[in-house]
C-alpha cells in the first residue's frame, strides 16, 4: 500500500499493526516512518535502520531502509540500501534472461516443427481415440459434472473437518482428484474399453514424430498468443496485476510445500483437466455440435474455474482452443497435455525464479 502511493490504507493498515505487540507493534513503526505522517528525527530513524539491518537482508528490508533514509536525510544508509537493491536486480535481470532465453528456443524449435507439418503436408494423427466417443451425451455430462465437481467437495469437506489450512493442502487436492479417474475407468471397463484406447494415450508407431511435432507447435503458439495478447491489452490500457494466477505457495511456503504444489502444477494438473476438459467434456459436446463450437464451448467453461483477469482468462482460452483442436486432429490427449504440462512449467519457473 505504501509503494502504490495510497496512503490513507497504509495508515490505517499501521495502526492495525500498531495494536498488537513485539514485531508487529516494531513492523508499524518502521513502516510508518518510512511512508506515513511526518518523518521521524534523525537520531530516531537511523535507530530504526539499525533494528532493520538486524533482519535478514531481503527486497522488503532494503526498501524500508531506502525509504526511511531518504526522509531523514541519511544519504549513506540511503546509497547501502540502493546498492543492495542493484546488486538483487542484477541477480534477477540474469534469471529472467535465461527464462527469455528458453522461451524463445522453445517458440524457435515450435516454429521449425510448425512450417515442417505444414510444408510437407504430414499427417499429425498420433492415436486412434474416437472422437466423437461412443459414450452418449448424457454418459458423458455425469461424468464431466462428477469429475467437476468431486474434488470441490471433497477439497471443502476436509477443510471443514480439519478447521485450517495445512500443509498438506496440495496433498489433499491432489487426492481428491482421484475419484475422476476411478469413475472413467469403471464406465470404460462396462463398454469393454480402456482409457489408453479411449483417449489416445500410447502414440502408434507412426505416431511418435507427429506427437512431438505437435507438441512444439502448440507450445510456440501459445507463446506467440500470450505475447499477443499482451499487447493488445497494454494498447487497450488493461492492467493485470502482478499477482495474477500464481500460487502463492510458490512465494512464501517452506521448499517440501513449493515442490509439491509444482509437481501439482507441472505434472498433476495437466493430466487431470486434459482428461476433464478434452477428453470428457469436449469429445462429449462433439456428440452434438461441431469441431469449432464444441472447442470454443469446452474452452470457455475451461477458463471460468481459473479466476484470472481478462488478460490471464484470453491466454487460458486461447490454451483451451487449441488442445481441443489439437486433439480432434491427432486423436490423442497426449499432445495437448505435454503441452499443457510445459505451459505451466514455465509459467512456475517464472514465478519462482523471479519472485520468490
Keep these: 500500500m505504501g509503494e502504490a502511493g495510497r496512503t490513507t490504507q ?5 495502526a492495525e499493526l500498531a495494536a498488537g505487540a513485539g514485531p508487529r507493534e516494531r513492523m508499524a513503526a518502521w513502516a510508518t516512518a518510512a511512508y506515513v505522517g511526518p518523518p521521524p528525527g534523525a537520531k530516531a530513524g537511523r535507530a530504526l535502520i539499525a533494528q532493520i539491518d538486524d533482519l535478514p537482508a531481503t527486497w522488503f528490508t532494503d526498501t524500508l531502509i531506502r525509504r526511511i533514509a531518504t526522509r531523514i536525510g541519511d544519504t549513506e544508509a540511503r546509497a547501502r540500501a540502493e546498492a543492495a537493491t542493484l546488486a538483487r536486480g542484477r541477480a534477477l535481470l540474469l534469471r529472467a534472461r535465461g527464462l527469455m532465453a528458453v522461451s524463445l528456443a522453445l517458440l524457435a524449435v515450435g516454429g521449425i516443427a510448425l512450417v515442417w507439418m505444414l510444408a510437407r503436408r504430414r499427417s499429425v494423427s498420433v492415436a486412434s481415440a474416437p472422437v466423437p466417443p461412443l459414450w ?3 454418459d458423458g455430462y455425469a461424468l464431466f459434472v462428477r469429475g467437476l465437481g468431486a474434488p470441490q467437495a471433497i477439497a471443502l ?3 471443514i473437518a480439519l478447521r485450517r489450512e495445512t500443509g498438506f493442502g496440495t496433498v489433499l487436492g491432489m487426492a481428491a482428484d482421484l475419484p475422476l479417474f476411478w469413475w472413467v475407468i469403471r464406465y470404460l471397463r462396462r463398454g469393454a474399453t480402456s482409457m489408453r484406447a479411449t483417449f489416445g494415450l500410447v502414440p502408434r508407431r507412426d505416431g511418435w514424430a507427429p506427437l512431438l511435432g505437435v507438441t512444439l507447435a502448440l507450445i510456440a503458439i501459445a507463446l506467440v498468443s500470450d505475447i499477443l495478447i499482451d499487447v493488445v491489452s497494454r494498447l487497450v490500457h488493461i492492467k493485470t496485476h502482478w499477482t495474477d494466477g500464481f500460487t502463492e505457495e510458490l512465494l512464501w511456503a517452506g521448499h517440501r510445500r513449493v515442490i509439491l504444489a509444482a509437481i501439482d502444477a507441472t505434472a498433476w494438473a495437466p493430466v487431470v483437466e486434459e482428461i476433464l476438459f478434452r477428453g ?3 469429445a462429449t ?6 469441431v469449432a463450437e464444441s472447442a470454443l464451448l469446452s474452452a470457455v467453461i475451461f477458463t471460468l474455474p481459473h479466476g484470472y483477469s481478462i488478460a490471464g482468462s484470453a491466454s487460458v482460452l486461447v490454451s483451451g482452443l487449441l ?5 480432434e486432429r491427432t486423436r490423442s490427449l497426449v499432445p495437448g497435455l505435454f503441452a499443457h504440462a510445459v505451459n505451466n512449467l ?3 519457473l517464472w514465478t519462482v525464479g523471479l519472485l520468490r
Design 10 to 14: 497504509a495508515r490505517e493498515a499501521f
Design 136 to 138: 452418449s451425451f448424457a
Design 157 to 159: 469437506v476436509a477443510f
Design 280 to 282: 470428457l467434456l469436449y
Design 285 to 290: 459436446l462433439r456428440t452434438r455440435i461441431g
Design 323 to 327: 488442445w481441443a483442436v489439437a486433439y
Design 346 to 348: 514455465l509459467s512456475t
